[in-house]
């Protein structure tokens, strides 16, 4: 029977990762010139040696969410961090992070040993124009969402997708149905959600003193 606090992260993440807020974030970025379980969930881009699907059946059942792409100060790579808030707030979010955010759809996968992950595919937002890489990704997303493909990035070209010669050959893989997108998402991002100005991220961002 679930617990209280399990009942508690559920509802917190389909409040975060709902089909009305990736139409608005869609319709934030519109402006384009031209074309669980007690798994850990990585978020990462799909690997040369991993076979993956995609969770849905197509881009709509996925969430678009705005995000902000801060250096993590001891390895020096790029994490990428959810905003998430409504209103004033949020415009204030977006703002203070001006020229660090954008767009991105949030693809959740499985590969080949039952492994989840969540893949973060950057889109153009306002005023941007569409590269190979937001294209690409959406068309690879799309493929990886109808049956395993092998997903990597190739120079000139973007993602690009190999289906497997005998798709019996991979052991099949299913998701867990009982664990929704959002529960997926949310245990993805637990620890990585900025959801107001007085967050640790924001203060660090704009020079304030942590005290």
């Known amino acids: 029977m679930p617990t209280e606090e399990t009942k508690y992260k ?15 974030t869609i319709l934030e970025n519109s402006n384009i010139a031209g074309e669980v379980d007690d798994m850990p969930v990585e978020v990462s881009k799909p690997k040369k040696e991993q076979w993956i699907k995609v969770r849905g059946k197509s881009l709509e059942d996925l969430p678009w969410k705005n995000m902000v792409f801060l250096k993590d100060s001891d390895s020096q790579q790029e994490e990428p961090w959810l905003l998430h808030a409504s ?14 955010t954008r767009p ?34 959406k068309s690879a997303i799309q493929h990886a969402q109808t049956g395993w493909r092998k997903v990597y990035w190739k120079p000139g070209y973007g993602y690009t997708c190999i289906k497997p010669v005998d798709p019996d050959a991979i052991d099949d893989q299913s998701f867990n149905e009982k664990v929704t997108i959002a529960d997926i ?7 990585r959600i900025i959801d107001s100005m007085s967050h640790t991220q924001v203060k660090i961002w704009r020079g304030q003193k942590l005290a």
Not at 88 to 99: A, I, P, S
Not at 112 to 129: D, N, R
């Open 87 to 100: 209103g004033d707030e949020m415009q204030k979010l977006l703002l203070t992070f001006e020229g660090a």
């Open 10 to 24: 559920s509802n917190t993440a389909s409040s975060i990762f709902n089909k009305d807020e990736t139409k608005k």
């Open 104 to 137: 991105a759809i949030i693809a959740p996968y499985i590969d080949q040993i039952g492994a989840e992950g969540v893949w973060i595919v950057k889109q153009a937002s306002k005023g941007m124009k569409n590269s190979q890489a937001h294209t690409t990704g």
């Open 185 to 191: 998402c949310m245990k993805a991002f637990e620890g």
